[in-house]
């Protein structure tokens, strides 16, 4: 099946400072990855939708331009989160379709864990 | 407003007991519903998808039910193991061909 790979699973960092997460389709071209984010006990919050080769489509209530999400190629969709505060320590997953399949099913990446000190 | 809720959050039964979860959603005419399994620290993983012109499907000792007159959807775990305890997640387009929007879970917990 396909897989989906999230770099790095676990991220320490100071406050103010920036953290990237890596998201990659391995054995597909992914036009279109999806950014959750997850806080203990509750459920996946949907981000944006990141599209290759242009901007990224975000939800209400996400700040563009503390969450910078770049899809730079078909395999690759990057997620920074700039200035981090301990408010932004949560658990963040990336997902994605296979490709030639607009509905369905999507496949996950084991996720990235946040904390901001 | 669109809504997806799982009315329990918590469900603890015996070893070889079914579990049924159930995912009632509003505001929402999808084309099919989905259900994840994910487990701590992990990203979900995909389990089941049901279409609207389906009433029931069923992969192993799964079986999901779909009824878009009640806007409900139930989830099956026959023959449950304690292997089988994670969270389970129901899911619905957010627009068709869209992202995804997961309710909040219900975690299972099967006692041997």
């Known amino acids: 099946g396909a897989v989906v790979s999230q770099h790095p699973s676990r991220v320490i960092c100071k406050s103010g400072t920036s953290v990237k997460i890596e998201c990659r389709s391995l054995d597909f071209q992914a036009t279109t990855m999806f950014w959750y984010r997850q806080f203990p006990k509750k459920s996946l919050m949907l981000m944006a939708t990141?599209?290759?080769?242009?901007?990224?489509?975000?939800e209400q209530g996400v700040e563009k331009d503390k969450f910078l999400i770049n899809h730079a190629s078909l395999t690759l969709s990057t997620l920074t989160v700039t200035s981090a505060h301990p408010e932004d320590s949560s658990f963040y997953i990336c997902?994605?379709?296979?490709?030639?399949?607009?509905?369905?099913?999507?496949?996950f990446g084991e996720g990235s864990r946040l904390t901001v000190l | 407003s669109q809504k997806i809720e799982q009315n329990s959050e918590a469900l603890n039964i015996q070893e070889g007991k079914t579990a049924t979860l159930t995912c009632n959603y509003t505001n929402y005419s999808p084309a099919y519903l989905q259900w994840y399994r994910q487990d701590p620290g992990r990203g979900p993983v995909f389990l089941l998808l049901i279409r609207e012109n389906e009433k029931e499907k069923r992969k192993e000792r799964l079986k999901v039910t779909f009824d878009t007159t009640l806007k409900q959807s139930l989830f099956h775990i026959t023959a449950s193991q304690p292997a089988d305890s994670a969270t389970y997640l129901c899911a619905l387009d957010k627009q068709a061909g869209t992202a995804l929007i997961f309710g909040k879970g219900t975690t299972l917990s099967v006692s041997s």
């Open positions: 990141s599209n290759e080769g242009s901007k990224a489509t975000y």
């Open positions: 997902s994605a379709r296979a490709e030639g399949q607009s509905t369905g099913e999507l496949f």
